[in-house]
């Protein structure tokens, strides 16, 4: 299903109840951009610690946007022993909500959009249709915004002003305006002893309307209800209506009513993460760091500097991930698949040893057609995800005593699959640990190498050539770690390097401490005024 | 005419022969943002000075795109007494030329973004078929890659390492790519005793295939011509055909040709913006410093620091400018004119006592309809500018004795308004003045005043009370320039605000010092390490 601001508000409803009815949930997101950084290679080093990892795609794309989200709900129906599926692809956009609203800025990279616009990719449904949103801390400030208005209204008195001349006599009128307010006044007064029921007073600026509820509220505590009405040209002026008590009490209510359903408005889509989130489902993505971070980032708060703070915000929003990245690159997966992207994964996982699973799509979604591939359209590729996962779970059935055909998504098998995600190029660290302390391989067969930037990786090779098989990790231009196929040949290229001129050679237990050193007094600087 | 990557290459003659016979051309552009900064009306405050203004637009504002390019050529028709117009309306979008070339990241803002897609603007359209193009930097480093592989590829050797242990073996084979290189060898020599004409080897990787040239370059000096041809899955593979040497001479003709044709598709849209400034001709524009901003940004180079330089670049790329809205709000139009935005001054032109100005559009172009409006599409607000234009020097006629109904674009008439480019929202500089110093105007009467953050214009206003009129000017959440009407009140002020502890009073000559001071001193501590 195809979910855009025109029918976010009619469509929840099928949202939350495919949400609450579902074994799992699937999810997938497109980007405006992946990396913001010098080049991808660059920023994704093999030899990264998770917390480098972390910290570079915290600060080379987060500011790129979310603006497709996938979604597709895995229902197990006993009776039919099949999955029965509810695919949901959203358009997302931060469409500005009201004049005081967030205006946001995300950058676009032209590769990414290049590539989605070859994949047929519409934006013109995201920019033009996608659903508004807000993180957690924008919510609430509309809240308070909304709260504060209302007593505002309320009793007739503007913010008082810390300290600031004008607090003591609220309803000020600038000389300018005094002409004006003045005429207002006297069309509510006519108004009031005259037979008509409203008066529309002429269109006029923000801070006029500001001194017009100040100076009517004021004046006219009873008998009328003030309200900002705007033209079809978007022209702001205000309605002054003569009502009874009863009659306000009942404005005042739809008032509140209406400010309600536009707060909701506002919170758009990222109700549906809410939802997700609340449920405490198992969700399943493939590759699905990126994903993660960005949900996080863009519907409920920045991403804090700390790995450990992401690990615990990831647990409270998502209480159960899994993803099928790592799950296929896992014993005893790993020996049967030989190529995990998403596409290649699904193809693989059709044919034996694994059995494609039965699917239903439920009766009026429109069903994806895994022959005629859609990937790259987040509803399609979560769609896929979900897949691999139900043909991996019940591959693991298969060596139960009797063996199982279909595994739930609680299984025991499953839990060491659990809050694992997937590293990408990284040599030695598989995925991140959200639910506890990384791996910490041993790099001691590591050499940190500085160089000319004119080398290349044959050079490389060419220097390390009486040591075999070597592994190269470029950092930059300049430096990049080489792994060497055994430890005792560290000592050797130390000594053989001593002399070297044109490159250097550091033992990679030494880079760390020398980088741990120079961070800590570039963060004594920083802290410093 | 919309032109977009589909039909750039066909269009292009047609492009500059309207450029060529033109008598002046009319241009706007649309950006993916406006202001990059916390809100715009700080970014133009109504006291800044020029080169403050020109410091705040290039870094808030040259991160956007600039995907919408209008140009509207109008030829003066003797003999019909009319203009004749073409107008293009461009989509520009920097699609990576090749997998080396720059991955342009650009920032859209969400305001501008929605505004655009409630006027109907066609993203797909931007994103998918938009125009490619460089700068000139870029050009320049194409250029020299292209005609550096042209050398390696002439003598087989790759780019010497500087300093690096292979430069002095240039076909050095790592060993495990020592089985690979030697299998190829073997099918040259199978090709060259076989009646065969050619063979394809198989798909690899790019160093694999930089080795092959090297080594094939190498090892057959003559006799068989060597290039990279791309499957339909964009695998690349090496292609050995067996020719003679009149053969191999006309092949690599061929493939000198068909690079200058890449070489000038990367160029691309740069090529219309190139032809308007060797044009020489006049190029109208409305408010239009941050079109010629960003045309020489995105186009030519990157914006220099000091406004002094933008000044002479601009004069470079543009030696004749004129901007309607500087022109409508000078004497004589100043009085006649109360609204400048481009559609209501398009309105009032055509109103007593202006004409509406005669024009046709050229066979061959679907003609803009000023009454059903299409404002903000590039091509048709670029026609509309250009209307404005011919309007005003067309009033200006009859002031001569004897009137004359049409005033052309070289007329000295029109000279005092060439190069003065419209300043947004400073008090007291209309413009800015490509082609000289710019005003300085007296600000004495200027008080810099600093305050809580609580406060509100209405706080200003009621502080500065006895003093009648004043005009603020906010800066940040804390600051803003108070204009007195009276320079002989900024004493007393200064005075009276002696002992008060909310708030601070500055003159603005003390302020600017000040400011002087500190921003030398940063510029300083920048400098050291
Ligand atoms: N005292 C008071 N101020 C109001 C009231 N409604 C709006 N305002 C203020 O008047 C200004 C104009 O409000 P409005 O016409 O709703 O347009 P806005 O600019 O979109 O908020 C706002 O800055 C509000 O602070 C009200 O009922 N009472
Ligand atoms: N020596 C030599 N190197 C080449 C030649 N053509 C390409 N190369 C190198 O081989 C690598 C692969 O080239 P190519 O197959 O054209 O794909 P590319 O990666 O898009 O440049 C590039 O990095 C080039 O530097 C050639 O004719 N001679």
């Known amino acids: 299903m195809e979910v855009t601001r025109r029918n976010f508000k009619e469509s929840l409803p099928t949202v939350y109840e495919a949400i609450g009815e579902a074994d799992f949930l699937a999810i997938d997101g497109e980007f405006s951009g992946i990396s913001d950084g010098p080049n991808v290679s660059a920023l994704t080093n093999g030899l990264d610690t998770p917390e480098e990892r972390y910290t570079k795609l915290k600060k080379h794309s987060m500011d790129f946007l979310l603006f497709q989200f996938g979604l597709c709900t895995f229902k197990y129906d006993q009776s039919k022993s099949k999955y029965i599926i509810k695919p949901f ?40 249709n996608g659903i508004p949103y807000l993180n957690q801390d924008e919510e609430v400030q509309l809240r308070e915004q909304t709260e504060e208005r209302r007593n505002q209204h309320a009793n007739g008195v503007g913010t008082p002003s810390f300290n600031s001349p004008s607090s003591k006599s ?17 069309k509510v007064e006519d108004l009031l002893t005259s037979s008509d029921k409203c008066v529309d007073l002429e269109p006029c600026t923000g801070f006029q309307r500001k001194l017009m509820y100040q100076t009517l509220n004021w004046k006219f505590p009873k008998g009328i209800h003030i309200e900002t009405v705007e033209t079809e040209k978007k022209e702001r002026f205000i309605q002054v209506s003569k009502v009874d008590d009863e009659e306000r009490k009942r404005r005042e209510q739809k008032k509140l009513e209406r400010e309600q359903e536009e707060l909701n408005d506002a919170v758009g889509f990222s109700r549906v993460i809410h939802a997700i989130s609340k449920s405490g489902k198992l969700v399943v993505g493939h590759n699905m760091l990126l994903d993660v971070m960005h949900t996080i980032h863009q519907f409920y708060c920045p991403l804090p500097e700390d790995l450990q703070d992401f690990k615990e915000v990831t647990m409270c929003v998502f209480p159960r991930l899994l993803d099928t990245k790592l799950m296929s690159s896992t014993q005893p997966f790993k020996e049967l698949i030989n190529n995990t992207s998403l596409a290649e994964l699904e193809k693989q996982l059709k044919e034996t040893p694994f059995r494609c699973p039965q699917v239903e799509t439920a009766e009026g979604f429109s069903s994806y057609n895994t022959a005629q591939e859609q990937l790259h359209e987040a509803g399609y590729d979560a769609y896929i995800t979900g897949l691999c996962f139900v043909s991996m779970a019940n591959y693991l059935g298969t060596f139960l005593t009797p063996p199982k055909s279909h595994i739930c998504a609680r299984s025991k098998l499953i839990e060491p699959f659990y809050n694992k995600l997937f590293l990408m190029r990284i040599i030695d660290i598989p995925y991140l640990n959200i639910t506890g302390p990384d791996l910490q391989p041993k790099r001691d067969h590591v050499l940190y190498v500085t160089f000319p930037k004119e080398w290349k990786t044959s050079d490389l090779y060419q220097l390390f050539s009486a040591f075999g098989n070597i592994q190269v990790s470029w950092i930059d231009d300049t430096s990049a770690f080489v792994s060497l196929s055994q430890t005792d040949q560290v000592q050797i290229a130390m000594n053989t390097s001593r002399y070297a001129e044109s490159y250097k050679i550091q033992k990679y237990a030494d880079y760390v401490q020398a980088k741990q050193t120079k961070d800590q007094q570039d963060r004594q600087k920083q802290r410093q005024p």
Do not use: W
């Open 170 to 186: 609220p309803a000020h009128v600038p000389d300018e305006h005094k002409d004006f307010i003045s005429k207002v006044v006297k």
């Open 89 to 128: 692809n959203f358009y997302v956009f931060p469409k500005p909500f009201n004049r005081s609203s967030p205006d946001i800025k995300f950058i676009c990279q032209s590769s990414s959009i290049d590539f989605l616009a070859s994949q047929g990719f519409d934006f013109n449904k995201v920019f033009c």
